[in-house]
T-cell receptor, first 110, second 114 residues
Framework: GQQVMQIPQYQHVQEGEDFTTYCNSS?????IQWYKQRPGGHPVFLIQLVKSGEVKKQKRLTFQFGEAKKNSSLHITATQTTDVGTYFC??????????FGSGTQLTVLP | DAGVIQSPRHEVTEMGQEVTLRCKPISGHNSLFWYRQTMMRGLELLIYFNNNVPIDDSGMPEDRFSAKMPNASFSTLKIQPSEPRDSAVYFC????????????FGEGSRLTVL
């Protein structure tokens, strides 16, 4: 799959603050997926973005796909302790293999 | 559906021993992935099967690793001989035919090689 860079690697926020993680690629992506992994758990699918400029919302989570389809972001409004975990963006290769980014580990302080 | 089932959940073995990890994908799914997760290297794709055929095994570390999918409901990942640097959590995931492309992960197999 295509390599994607994800930043930041770690983020500590106070409960109630917002959080954003970014995913960047040097090449155009066919689509991008986002997953969440709780500590000690396994990755769980959140969403897939396919269209240029696409924006999707899931309650307090907002996902964006860049106009050039080379970057994506996940924004969480008013974080809660249940948001703790590592968030991964995932790119799809030419054979539909899926490559995970390095992840952003979110800590929410109560 | 029971989801993706992996076994064993935990394995502790000594260097040089053979390790076999097993995976049962979700019934009806036609793609199966093996990933390895470590603190240093994150989640690495080891191998990807589609309709039981290996499509991309470029992530398999070396000849000590092998994976098979003899039928649509079973896959194995074998390490022989195992080394301490193979210690990691190994995840199996499956994906069905469809537009979402969502991966469903098993609980993982935590391997410790002493």
């Amino acid at each position: 799959g295509q390599q994607v860079m994800q930043i930041p690697q770690y983020q500590h926020v106070q409960e109630g603050e917002d959080f954003t993680t970014y995913c960047n690629s040097s090449t155009t992506l066919s689509n991008i997926q986002w997953y969440k992994q709780r500590p000690g758990g396994h990755p769980v699918f959140l969403i897939q973005l396919v269209k240029s400029g696409e924006v999707k919302k899931q309650k307090r989570l907002t996902f964006q796909f860049g106009e050039a389809k080379k970057n994506s972001s996940l924004h969480i409004t008013a974080t809660q302790t249940t948001d703790v975990g590592t968030y991964f963006c995932v790119s799809s290769g030419s054979a539909r293999q899926l490559t995970f980014g390095s992840g952003t580990q979110l800590t929410v302080l109560p | 559906d029971a989801g993706v089932i992996q076994s064993p959940r935990h394995e502790v073995t000594e260097m040089g021993q053979e390790v076999t990890l097993r995976c049962k994908p979700i019934s009806g799914h036609n793609s199966l992935f093996w990933y390895r997760q470590t603190m240093m290297r994150g989640l690495e794709l080891l191998i990807y099967f589609n309709n039981n055929v290996p499509i991309d095994d470029s992530g398999m570390p070396e000849d000590r690793f092998s994976a098979k999918m003899p039928n649509a409901s079973f896959s194995t990942l074998k390490i022989q001989p195992s080394e301490p640097r193979d210690s990691a959590v190994y995840f199996c995931a499956s994906r069905g035919v469809g537009d979402t492309g969502e991966l469903f992960f098993g609980e993982g197999s935590r391997l410790t090689v002493l």
